[in-house]
């Protein structure tokens, strides 16, 4: 029990981000704000309810998701990536989901699954290696995600207006949010004996 104490005490202290408490682990889940990080608050609920469910999830603010993406490429050169990875935006954060995916792909290091919120306002960058699984959440106005060179997945759009959202209310849409949770849970890998693997 000391020395559990003592090895958070220590992981903390260094800022090491880990959940060896936890039983379940998605390995690395990442949601992305929208435009100034305003509008968004349901990317952060989202967050909240996978961590709940033992799940790796980070919010991350619109503009960081390239040294985030470094820095995954940095641990994939010595095996210390968690998988799936699983990236998700709404907005703005959907179109830089797509170059975060991208980034990753580029460097050998697969996106189990993207998940975008109405992506815009920019038209989203095309699809190249790296994304396996991409889910588009948008208004009939909204923009579509493109295959482009290397992009061997499958895109599935989903038209959310049915479920009574716009652009703006989209990620705090519970019905939307519902079926992102459960999008995201079916690439979740439960490891029984509640320890962290890593590939």
């Known amino acids: 029990m000391i020395k559990k ?44 309810n996978l961590k709940k469910k033992g799940v790796r999830a980070k919010t991350i603010q619109n503009g960081n998701w390239g040294t985030v993406a470094d820095d995954i490429i940095k641990r994939s ?53 790296g994304a396996e699984q991409v889910v588009n959440y948008k208004i009939p106005s909204g923009q579509n995600f493109r295959k482009g060179t290397g992009f061997n997945g499958e895109i599935k759009t989903i038209d959310v207006s049915k479920y009574g959202t716009d652009h703006i209310g989209i990620d705090e849409n519970k019905t939307v949010q519902k079926m992102i949770l459960q999008d995201i849970m079916k690439h979740v890998k439960i490891k029984k004996s509640g320890k962290k693997t890593t590939s």
């Open 77 to 129: 050169k010595h095996k210390k990536v968690s998988y799936p990875i699983i990236i998700a935006g709404h907005s703005l954060g959907g179109v830089q989901a797509v170059s975060f995916a991208n980034k990753l792909g580029k460097a050998g290091v697969p996106t189990a699954l993207l998940i975008g919120l109405d992506p815009g306002f920019p038209v989203p960058p095309p699809l190249r290696k």
């Open 5 to 48: 104490i003592y090895n958070a005490t220590v992981i903390t202290v260094f800022g090491v981000t880990t959940l060896l408490s936890s039983p379940a682990l998605s390995e690395e889940v990442y949601m992305i704000r929208g435009f100034m990080n305003v509008f968004s608050d349901g990317m952060n609920e989202m967050t909240q």
